[in-house]
């Protein structure tokens, strides 16, 4: 087969876990007997750079600069640049990398896309109505021959709100690449850690109200968390209000290998949030012995199995029991980390590249 990956994705993240799951499945695609092009013309990409040292993979295209709107307009001028290119040497299948409502391959060629999630269709609140990405994910998703959602909950909620017919989509879990070696020995009072954005669906507000109940948390340890952006005099002030000393709340940015220096160190890694579409953060901390302990909803049981202790997200005594539950018992959390360990071993580029290149084998089957 002759497949080609667009230009979508890798002209809006300069990092980013979609850029990184595309990524990192051209590569492992490109290591069966297929051909497999990534057509990106512009791009502000940092993983296509590592994806260009790949014998096997076609990487095309010139990484440019990142500035405002910079997404909006690489992606308009690859459109007019690689139609063209489709069009005088079409592939077996398009995979499409993000949502579009226009279609870069001809159209007897059979496209694929990801679906990664549906936030904007669950907590429409948390973004602009001039936002475009609901309408064009819906029409990338008709215009589509097969969908790939990257977990069940994924599954179910575009059922719910696109009403696509279930035989056209498949599940398929993301493969699981872990961060590198830590890079340092923290040495820094006990801590419980947060990683990545804290927006409102990400429940940050509500842990912290779970980490004020609690005398014995308050005393024993801080909070950390990797990025995400430098805390907000909003989240400072609602911290205050509930009790939790802003001293006690560190904000940390860094590379990937200081990223794993924190996860190794910390006495355990907090995922409150109220919806995933997926959830690699969980395995990450797993990966690097640190027991998670994150919310029971969406698609995070799926990825988490048994490894982890569950709580209501919606519930700050189920919140604050479940951290003193792991923090106080040495046997939950060696159990917690050996189970971790396992449990990662269950999402593999191998998996993931088997089962898709099964869905494109039965697109161009149904042809």
């Not at 440019?64 to 709107?69: K, L, S």
């Not at 499409?96 to 060629?109: C, D, F, H, I, M």
């Amino acid at each position: 087969m002759k497949i080609y990956f667009d230009h979508q994705i890798f002209a809006w993240q300069k990092f980013g876990g979609i850029s990184r799951y595309i990524a990192d499945l051209s590569v492992s695609l490109s290591k069966t007997s297929h051909k497999i092009s990534v057509i990106n013309p512009l791009y502000v990409n940092h993983y296509l750079d590592e994806c260009r040292k790949k014998a096997a993979l076609s990487v095309t295209g010139l990484k440019v600069p990142v500035f405002p709107i910079s997404g909006r307009i690489y992606r308009l001028i690859n459109y007019v640049l690689t139609a063209p290119f489709y069009y005088c040497f079409p592939p077996d299948i398009v995979h499409e990398t993000y949502y579009s409502a226009l279609r870069v391959a001809k159209k007897k060629t059979k496209t694929v896309l990801t679906v990664y999630d549906m936030i904007h269709e669950r907590f429409p609140e948390n973004f602009s109505q001039k936002d475009p990405t609901s309408r064009e994910k819906y029409q990338a998703v008709e215009r589509a021959d097969h969908v790939i959602c990257i977990s069940n909950q994924t599954k179910k909620d575009l059922i719910r709100f696109f009403h696509v017919a279930e035989e056209k989509i498949s599940v398929i879990y993301l493969g699981f690449t872990p961060l590198p070696t830590p890079s340092a020995q923290l040495n820094r009072k006990p801590y419980l850690l947060y990683v990545g954005s804290r927006k409102t669906y990400k429940n940050f507000k509500q842990f912290l109200v779970a980490y004020s109940l609690s005398k014995f948390l308050k005393e024993q340890y801080e909070i950390v968390c990797f990025g995400g952006g430098a805390f907000t005099q909003d989240e400072l002030s609602w911290a205050t209000q509930h009790g939790v000393n802003i001293n006690s709340m560190h904000h940390v940015s860094g590379d990937d290998k200081l990223l794993a220096s924190y996860y190794a160190a910390a006495s355990l890694f907090i995922y409150p949030s109220l919806y995933e579409g997926f959830g690699i953060p969980p395995l990450e901390a797993m990966n690097l012995d640190c027991p998670v302990v994150c919310s029971n909803i969406s698609s995070i049981p799926e990825v988490v199995g048994d490894a982890a202790v569950l709580f209501d997200p919606e519930s700050h005594e189920s919140m604050t029991n479940a951290m003193e539950k792991v923090l106080t018992g040495k046997k939950l959390r060696e159990a917690l980390i050996v189970k971790g360990k396992e449990r990662v071993k269950h999402f593999t580029w191998q998996r993931c590249t088997r089962e898709t290149l099964q869905v494109y084998s039965e697109v161009l089957r149904d042809n």
